[in-house]
């Protein structure tokens, strides 16, 4: 069925929604496959096809998704982690090398993803994660119980920066993932992205305002020498460039993902 509608790893996502609907692993499926279905466990995976052809990806069905080898629960608040976001990991971790208990920041953690993920990998660091949405920071911090990551990050309700106390230390580097997509991209009616949280894939605006002020933010809570990283649209980078140098960074560099 999946096949015939044209949907990419049709079987693996058959195989995924069935272990969750019959609650069994892929061997026990397969030594069971001669085995009658209970009614409740086919009803489940009736309503778990009809998401999936109706466009629902996987992951939000499960509500579940691995990341950066680690995996994290979701809910209708917070985003799916991408792939491509891995990089933002990877290049935090690159810059962190060398630096002891290093202090770092994660501005619009959603499921957490970004700040668990670097907390995983380095013990040693002082985390702390914001985000505006109390239901995004209850699943990251259910997210960091499961991964015994608790008592490795700091998470506070907050618009960005505005909850930081004034005296706060600064930030060996400072990560993001921030909406950023333009409010009237025809994407956000598209594919995936109508099953994400709207507010979490747009500013409503022109694309830039949440990186306007992340950026303008920056430099007064980095120590120096240190790193300013976020993630924006495929035709954003000039102009994140040119945020970043009016805002007095230096060494500013765009990476594709």
Do not use: K
Not at 107 to 124: E, W
Not at 153 to 163: E, K, N, R
């Amino acid at each position: 069925l999946f096949r015939r509608a044209g949907i990419e790893a049709a079987e693996l996502d058959a195989r995924l929604l069935a272990e969750r609907a019959f609650g069994l692993q892929r061997i026990e499926l397969i030594n069971r496959e001669r085995v009658e279905a209970e009614a409740d466990a086919l009803t489940a995976l009736q309503a778990m096809a009809e998401r999936r052809l109706r466009g629902e990806p996987v992951s939000r069905i499960l509500g579940e998704r691995d990341f950066f080898g680690l995996s994290f629960s979701l809910n209708e608040d917070t985003l799916v982690p991408r792939p491509e976001t891995e990089l933002l990991v990877e290049l935090a971790l690159a810059r962190l090398e060398g630096r002891p208990e290093p202090r770092v920041l994660d501005l619009g953690t959603g499921s957490g993803a970004i700040a668990l993920a670097i907390a995983h990998c380095r013990p040693d660091a002082h985390v702390t994660a914001l985000d505006r949405s109390a239901d995004a920071l209850d699943v990251a911090r259910e997210n960091a119980r499961q991964l015994g990551l608790a008592a490795s990050v700091t998470f506070l309700a907050s618009d960005w920066y505005a909850a930081l106390p004034g005296n706060a230390a600064p930030f060996d580097i400072i990560v993001s993932n921030p909406p950023y997509i333009v409010s009237d991209d025809a994407h956000l009616s598209q594919g995936d992205l109508r099953f994400e949280p709207v507010d979490a894939l747009t500013d409503h605006a022109d694309g830039l305002a949440a990186l306007r002020t992340i950026v303008a933010g920056a430099p007064s809570r980095l120590l120096p020498n240190s790193w300013l990283l976020c993630e924006h649209g495929y035709h954003q980078a000039a102009d994140v460039r040119a945020l970043c140098r009016a805002a007095g960074l230096a060494d500013v560099t765009s990476e594709r993902d």
